[in-house]
């Protein structure tokens, strides 16, 4: 990662005065405007300050996101639309409603437009309709989970999906979605660049397992994870209900185990996690039933949490099994654990019972709570704040505390995951008990 | 049913004064003690009355449970078994913490012993260690779902048990579990007959399907639909949020469908409830498929509810699939439903989204809500006056707002179910809009 | 109380077949209308059979609620107004959402007027709007507390409301309200009789404090004392967390202890509950503050639940003191017993901390649980019923689980309080542990 | 600020080999221990970057915490005390119950007291019992909220707190909370260094208002307004209920108002915030009363939050109103805000409904969310860690979402207070839409 790698792209001259109300006159108590050139630094450690003070390099730093002095946007000229793409995610609605109130009550922009369906909705064949969205008509959607706009998995034709961006004359589209979404993003910023159109593309991530690469939390995720808390909670009391009692629970996760990590540490009565970084034999010496039933003759219960994308090398798979996002369909690792766990133990003679749990609708569909409410409302102010400066092809991220402004291309380039041989992991060790390897040597 | 049927048996003569401070002078502020023969009528209607009068008949009643002036067991000499047997439900550490607190606080009683999982811990081979209750170790367990002292399902040699009540001293053994746990408290009070023992059996009807006849509601039964409503409303999310998207949720329900019924009457956004008392067809002009599309057509979306033994019929069963209490083990209705959609769209070529949820294990092994635990404290209660006042053989109901004390075979002869052609079903087809029936003439 | 006592009006005949598809024919699998001559009894003991049996008498009974076969306004030309008065209730909005459903889904009426700020709507000079109710606009009310139309406490210059019903050719009017409110009800309907209009009057009985007379519930008071429990596990932290704690809850209970008795049963942790049917003194041998203390003394912390209404005999009143719902406005009995407390242990020497908690706002404002949200729906659906078949002056009742009618001067006769001497208020000196009586001989 | 003032104080060398297992070596995928080198920057931005590069200063940085190789104390040797003092605040459990578990499952150390009542405790006038705390006593504290270990107000004399811990033979103290506390807990290591004690004193800062000084976030400050968050949900139903009507909540927030800015920003429906950082007038052209009414006629409702730490300026003080803790005692500006609202509006004749609701004691009494579950477990993790390494004097915080060690003096020098020109208040003014300034020119 080099320094030059995170600077953001513009459309042009932000040669209009922002209808906010700020100010940079020191004698204001107000905020003052964020300035383009202000970053936060990557790495946040004494040792990597000492190393670019040695080497005089500039360290890695992302541009802070906030409301600019100048906006590239005429508010009365400019047409807004929302797309929300991808699975169901808590915090979706409040990212839309904060979006639409922003934009009409501090910019003063009331054309905004909601797309149907995921990009489905910009292709004219699906014949999704458009709605017009007010502020009144968001004022209670945060209220509930979901997404007020609908959603669909997939990319779509470019071409066409930037036609019907010119022939709705919008100017800046919110595209809120994963990394698939993020990559449909940067296509369309391609297609508009090459068609020389003034429309801003602005991405916001979306990603329920906190994957998305150099962004610090992810909106709904800790919900997320506080459902599962609650959840692992109910299955510790199944677990605990039968002799040799065993509760099992599939948490989402395609490619990295941070819910089911954080789940583990604030819950603090789970037994074994099961991520997609770290395989794992099943049988043998140091193999996971083995250790399991070590711990069932110790403690008579047990509870097991599965992220969907651990174990994945016990299935064999074929390129064809993706979906219709481009993701690799995972095999169910859930029902996959809990047959081997019954087989075993059944041929082994050892009583036992065992309860599989799959909540993962039920979390995805939850309304975000209190904290993640008020995050979406800052990251989707900061998008539109970083869209009207005529910002494109970013997205908004956090790190340090601070929203920034980043490259699509950065943030999809690879995903982010848990290092198991860092913090979060070993406190999951320490929380569980479990083994560091359960690995057969 | 006869009047003559809902006598409950007794231990004899209750000749020790109750140590409860009530009074019968009617100088003094306190609650009157309750009488054995005060009784609360079956039938409520003006009709009944009026029939009862002119044929002179004696009307269906059931003996009032509440404290008795007079006991049979001496405090200082009783001991006492607590079990709890089958599936988990809310509310039973709410039940167990209320009749150690009773005993104790009220009647003076310290010997109380934990059976653990189930009838399993009155057989030897089992090995179980017994658990000796008191006050201060219950103090907060119904802030946890499950059940605090194990459970398992299936009757055991009855003489066996028996052989360990007499082993342990216990005077009273209360069983807490559904209508197959109630039928072996009744064997076991059978066998105490034959001994001539004087051990006294009360069985606390458990039913998370609200489905044991004569008794108006279960313990546990309201948390059960309040959560599944909390669920419906995510699902209905998952259903809005996708183009033509379905929801289908598979909510407890064996032989009766009270929860699906009565969660559909509360979140009023349900479009189909299946349940185990109307049968209905897939296919064919009146049957589900068909009018689900329809649905789809005009919405664009569709909550589902299936009780678990709904469309059973579907299915071909054999004499061997019953499980550990002898229920006969329902398929999963949910996942044929789940398929049998998918691929009849599919065919069709109709563009939709399905998503399946299965809460049961989480909403079994939730607490009991505030209505819950004030009825099961008071379901406790009226089980240990009862059964230090030598009532044998029974178990406490709950009929017209009152408890009341009823023989254990009146209320396993058959189960409750939903009177198709009553007002709750009506109801329910009102909140939904479903057909009267889904069969093909 | 006498069975003529209960006949509920009706405006004249019902000759319009009801749109609803309810059939009477036993080949039909639905449910039977309800014929207007289907009673529930009052008294449901046996004893009280006998005693009909022998004198003759005609047992008093209630009309069974329900959809009936013909109905009095013809759909298509009535229109509806909804008024809600008096202090919040969990519950209003499904209430509310329910009757407008149910008039447009079920008898396809769609003219429904919601008149805002209780019977300040139906007055000219306040110059409240009127707002059309749609089912669309309800469609999500009920997940928010409080009331969408707004309300306000008071009666209003009956002749003028009956003005503005005629102007606006209201047909039916529902009034949601407490007993005040159903008093100016049942003055609406006495100025209607007067003028010969054909304008049905139906109350829909509101009372969070569940103090309504032959109503076996009202809805948002299981709400209410569920929120009171979870807030009183507080408290009760609170008074543990510190060395002679106290924690002080004041519950919501003008008249009767209902949530504050309930609550108590629920949460098991409430040490004294002061109510208004049992006056207390606060010194002397028997006295509140002597006994608080020995509780201190023996565990150091001591959760007390206080009524609204309770210890009033502490203030002097005069006439004057009323709300404007025409309620003796109580002096605050928690700043009373708080200061009183604190005077006589700082006098005493005494160390201690205490806690004041009045939660009322925050519990009446909450949106219903699951079960009320499921009685509000079914209350709003009798009470369209009934009302469209013609009857007037009436409130929907509740009575051995079952929805009746029930003339509105029968249920404004007199408030329904704690019987002091039954099941209930015994089963809350059980739990507390509290002395039957605080008064000094 | 200097480089210098953030080394932490250590009680000697670190000689004993930590039982926990770590490794360094790099072919071992496990976690590599914390050097006491690795350190954290303060300033994150790339601005603060260049400057200390140009300046050659050494830029702010704080010790990294976590397990360290080599620890000071023997496990088998060491004996541990807790104390929690202060205010409740949501997860004072989870610290305890994980400090515990962490002393126990991972070092090995099964001796550790739980002092009562705050610094109570440690002298010996008042008499309270010592708790010796074992992983099973507290494996159900979190669940719950509140102090296992009771609490009191106040320092106490530190020679005879220390002497306590001599005779006690404690090596390693754990004082959790505020900057009071932590006052105390810095005399107490100056007591122990003069006496030449290898005793460590480790600091767990408290602060349900989030006002510790270079402290990211504290624990429970998140649970805080979360339910601070709903509880003006219903607040706001509260206003719009009535005609002008206003809800008034009453915040925590002695000196700054974090909870009530961030309930205001996750919320999204309040329109004044009121906090300590920002004097305001009552009356005047730009007086709060007059711009309340001007939204009041504009919207017929408002939803007002004010920190307790609020227009205390409205007050006299005189400095003997101190509470135990030594801080000033706020006046009740909620019921002052209250009074000359109604006060105003009833002299102007303007109709208006006012509702104040002071949440304070239920929401710090509450148990933690499940991310502030997670955060106490892993703040408690590493302030076991920092303390069996041999650091004093110091408390355990978070910067950057990094866990850290800082000198007990550099925290408590000042409070963290909101910037009104910053971001945060600036999201505020967004949010509500109030004006920049409430004061007269």
């Known amino acids: 990662m080099k320094y030059e790698d995170f600077l953001v792209t513009s459309l042009g001259k932000a040669g209009v005065v922002s209808p906010l109300k700020h100010t940079k006159r020191t004698d204001s108590p107000v905020y003052n405007f964020v ?61 839309i409603r904060s979006i639409v109130n922003e934009l009409y ?22 014949n999704h309709p458009v709605v017009e969205l007010t502020a009144s008509m968001v004022s209670n ?133 099961l991520i997609p970084e770290i395989t794992f034999d099943l049988y043998g010496q140091r193999g996971f039933l083995r250790i399991l039933k070590k711990r069932l003759i110790e403690r008579q219960h047990a509870v097991i949490v599965v992220a969907e994308g651990a174990g994945q090398e016990f299935f064999e798979t074929s390129d064809n099994d993706k979906d219709a996002s481009g ?7 859930g029902v996959y654990l809990k047959d081997k766990i019954s087989e075993e133990f059944k041929k082994k003679g050892f009583p036992h019972s065992i309860k599989y749990i799959d909540p993962s609708y039920i979390i995805r569909s939850s309304p975000a709570n209190a904290n993640d409410s008020k995050f979406c409302n800052l990251l989707a102010q900061n998008a539109v704040h970083a869209a009207l400066s005529g910002k494109t092809d970013f997205v908004v991220g956090f790190w340090n505390n601070q929203f920034t402004l980043m490259p699509i291309p950065m943030v999809v380039a690879k995903r982010k995951k848990i290092d198991v041989e860092g913090e979060l992991w070993w406190n999951v060790l320490e929380a569980t008990g479990q083994p560091i390897s359960m690995k057969n040597p």
Do not use: W
Not at 44 to 52: A, T
Not at 242 to 249: C, E, Q, R
Not at 250 to 261: E, T, V, Y
Not at 327 to 333: E, F, R, Y
């Open 35 to 95: 300035d383009d050139s202000e970053r936060i630094l990557y790495d946040v450690s004494l040792e990597n300050f000492n190393i670019c003070r040695e080497t005089g390099e500039m360290p890695v730093s992302f541009e802070k996101a906030g409301p600019r002095e100048n906006i590239f946007f005429e508010p009365a000229k400019t047409k807004v639309g929302i797309v929300t793409c991808g699975g169901l995610c808590p915090g979706l609605n409040n990212v």
């Open 327 to 333: 993701n690799v369909k995972n095999k169910d690792i």
């Open 141 to 273: 959607i945060h209220l509930i989970g979901g997404t007020f706009l609908g959603s669909s998995r997939g990319n779509q034709d470019v071409e066409k999906m930037v036609d019907t961006l010119e022939i709705m004359n919008i100017n800046v589209l919110f595209c809120i979605g994963g990394d698939g979404t993020l990559r449909g993003a940067h296509d369309i910023y391609k297609e508009i660049e090459k068609r020389k159109l003034k429309i801003c593309v602005a991405g916001i991530p979306k990603t329920i397992d906190n994957d998305i690469d150099l962004i610090q939390k992810s909106f709904g995720f800790e919900t997320a994870f506080s459902i599962a808390n609650d959840i692992i909670r109910n299955a510790h009391n199944e677990a605990s209900g039968a002799f040799n009692g065993i509760a099992l629970v599939k948490l989402m996760g395609r490619d990295s185990g941070f819910i089911a990590a954080s789940a583990a540490l604030s819950i603090q009565e789970v037994n074994f996690v």
């Open 105 to 126: 009550y501090r910019y003063g922009i009331g054309r905004v437009l909601g797309i149907k369906y995921g990009y489905e909705g910009l292709i004219p064949k699906y």
